[in-house]
């Protein structure tokens, strides 16, 4: 009499544990550095003002800034002591108030507007968190950061050299690099591919609930929530 043989159970892969620690962000970028921990008063988009670099890659700043405005239903309206356009986004007491700022003095004197408007309302750097493109990451990656390296950002560099300081909170939004450093200025101002594109709104769209968490200043909360790499992201390390 023929043997029946037991059908053979399949188990679903897991992931490594490995892979699962690489997906997760590291202990020490979650740890708050001295001075790191005031709620935000400014939140500044970088990128070039008009319509021939609206959608182009250095522009990544300024469309963040203008989802967070229509998701707060804040009108962003030109303030030309501040060089740019301003919104506000109210708080209980005036205190607390939040503003957002895209400057419209193109990327290379950022500095200029930021510390416009940090003077007139008493603002600390370490109160403000500046969002920007990043070629150091590929597109769909974030990364949350207080201070450190400015990466060869001309905006940051410029804002850095207006406060005498790089201790500010910035968000990072990857663009990818084109492979070659010559490359670079015209691949910032080009659109992205729209692959690229669809991946750089998605981790827009991340980004903009971890909101409540930002506006609190609950920066090792929003660290987790926003330096978790999404499943099915590439394990290659990036810069930091």
């Known amino acids: 009499m023929q043997q029946l043989r037991r059908p053979q159970r399949r188990h679903l892969r897991l992931p490594r544990r490995r892979r699962l620690r690489r997906l997760l962000p590291r202990r020490s970028d979650l740890t708050l550095p001295e001075g790191a921990g005031s709620k935000p008063r400014l939140i500044v988009g970088l990128g070039n003002p008009g319509a021939e670099y609206a959608k182009t890659r250095h522009n990544a700043g300024f469309w963040f800034c203008e989802r967070l405005a229509r998701l707060l239903d804040v009108v962003l309206a030109r303030e030309s002591r501040f060089h740019g356009l301003v919104g506000q986004v109210r708080g209980q007491a005036r205190s607390e108030d939040i503003w957002l700022l895209l400057p419209q003095t193109f990327m290379n004197r950022s500095g200029q507007a930021v510390q416009a408007l940090l003077h007139f309302y008493r603002i600390e750097p370490q109160e403000m968190l500046v969002v920007h493109d990043d070629l150091d990451l590929q597109p769909g990656s974030l990364r949350l950061k207080f201070g450190g390296g400015l ?88 810069k930091t």
């Open 151 to 238: 990466g060869g950002h001309n905006g940051l560099k410029d804002i850095t050299a207006h406060l005498g300081t790089q201790d500010y909170w910035r968000l990072r939004l990857g663009i990818g690099h084109p492979g070659d450093r010559n490359e670079v200025v015209n691949y910032v101002l080009q659109r992205p591919l729209k692959e690229e594109g669809e991946a750089i709104d998605a981790a827009i769209e991340r980004a903009l609930p971890v909101w409540p968490w930002l506006a609190r200043g609950d920066w090792s909360s929003a660290l987790l929530k926003l330096n978790t790499k999404p499943v099915g992201s590439s394990d290659k390390e990036e």
